[in-house]
Every structure is written in C-alpha cells, then in structure tokens.
C-alpha cells in the first residue's frame, strides 16, 4: 500500500485540555515521542472520552492496517478457556492495565505508528491502540512470557 500522510483531525475545544493533558502524560510514560523529521505514514488520532473524564488516544490508521500482513494468531474464545479451566485447583488473575502498552515497538515500526494533532506529530515507542495486529502480539507475548502453550 502507499503510504499516507493524514491531516490532523480537529479536537472539540471542551476536550482540548484534556487531550494535551493525556499526550503530555503519554510523553512523560515514554508511551510516545515527538517527530520532527520526516516520516512515509501519518496517522490521525480518536479521542474516546472515558466514563472517568480521562480520554482514551487511538490510533487510527485505516489504511495502514489494511495494508499489514497479520500473524494470525489464535486467540481462545472464554467457552474455551473455561472449559480447559475445568477441575483447575490454582487460578490466578493477570490485570494488564494498558495492555498493549506493555509491549515496545523497535524503532522502524514505532516510525510507522506517527500520528498528528493539532499540535504536532508523535510515534508511538508501544503498540497503541488501533493497530490490527496488537491483540494477537499481545496474546503471543503473554503465551512466551507464561511459557505456556497459545490459551
């Protein structure tokens, strides 16, 4: 696919503290870093406002995701998992907050996750969300890191 380079989409002004407030955080937890030099895909951002105020960033790179080529990797269905959970005596809890933020992106791929606002242009250094394949690098990360088979 050719690259695309998005214009930034508007942000309404009773949201705009808010959303620089969450980019300045997402800076600060090296989640993302600012871009000055020039980069071939440029993705727009969704603002989703959360129950709490806070607002969720969101890739958004349509295009882009039309144009990866997925690992495809199975990801269980619950009537699945608790059926192989059946008689378990031990179970345990995983809470990923920000889940695909826990996996990094190497420098060329973090390169094709440039997104813009209205005040400047950032890549993220962790999948964001709204890329197509961060669910099934998530479910692989977390089967190698409990070295267990794919749940």
């Known amino acids: 696919a050719k690259p695309t380079v998005a214009a930034p989409r508007g942000v309404r002004s ?4 808010t959303v ?3 980019r300045e955080r997402m800076q600060a937890n090296g989640n993302i870093k600012r871009v000055t030099e020039p980069t071939d895909w440029v993705h727009p951002i969704a603002v989703i406002k959360k129950n709490d105020g806070n ?5 958004d790179p349509g295009k882009f995701n039309a144009a990866v080529i997925r690992q495809h ?3 269980p269905v619950l009537e699945e998992l608790f059926a192989r959970l059946s ?4 179970l345990s809890v ?8 826990q996996l990094a992106l190497d420098k060329q791929r973090s390169f094709l996750c440039t997104f813009v606002t209205p005040w400047g242009r950032s890549r993220f250094l962790r999948v ?3 890329l197509s394949t961060a ?4 479910q692989q990360a977390i089967a190698q890191s409990l070295r267990v088979k794919t749940l």
């Open 128 to 130: 964001p969300f709204g």
């Open 55 to 59: 607002v969720r960033m969101c890739l």
């Open 14 to 17: 009773a949201l705009e503290g």
């Open 73 to 75: 990797d199975y990801i």
């Open 135 to 138: 669910p099934e690098q998530f």
């Open 20 to 22: 620089k407030a969450e």
């Open 94 to 101: 995983l809470d990923a907050k920000s889940t695909f933020w």
């Open 87 to 90: 008689g378990s005596t031990v």
